[in-house]
């Protein structure tokens, strides 16, 4: 591979490379997009309403989703120092079935991508697994929940 990694722990690194190259895949298919498939949408949290053109509503809907992104591996590389080898295999192994169910729920057909979605999805993985970092963080972190598939 021709990118260098931050952290050197391999598995990690190569679930935050595929999120990382994903995210520039997903941003620039958004923007590529024609606002019609936002146009009747629940917009995120409401943040993207003001806007009135498709143009700055898809904009503003992949910024929010390229944010919430960059939150979740945040807060998913924040946990992963504080927990052990053999829940750190659980975590990866689980958010590796998280980002195929996100995936496989947020893009209903090739090509088509559902921000509004993502942006939700993202949402909800973050705040569990911030929920688990704060646990971790005053000595009482589960890692049967670290491994849980929250989703299901």
Request: net charge positive; hydrophobic share 35%.
């Amino acid at each position: 591979m021709s990118h260098k990694f931050l952290t050197g722990n391999g598995l990690f690194d190569e679930i935050l490379w595929s999120n990382i190259m994903k995210t520039k895949a997903v941003f620039l298919s958004v923007l590529a997009l024609s606002g019609f498939m936002f146009a009747g949408s629940a917009h995120a949290a409401g943040e993207c309403d003001r806007y009135r053109t498709s143009y700055d509503q898809t904009y503003c809907l992949a910024k929010l989703f390229l944010e919430s992104d960059n939150e979740l591996n945040s807060v998913y590389k924040d946990l992963n120092k504080l927990i052990k080898a053999p829940v750190k295999q659980q975590l990866v192994a689980t958010q590796r079935d998280w980002i195929r169910y996100r995936d496989a729920t947020c893009e209903p057909s090739a090509g088509t991508i559902n921000v509004d979605c993502n942006y939700r999805v993202n949402r909800e993985r973050t705040e569990y697994l911030r929920d688990r970092l704060r646990e971790c963080k005053v000595g009482t972190c589960r890692g049967a929940l670290i491994g849980a598939a929250s989703w299901k």
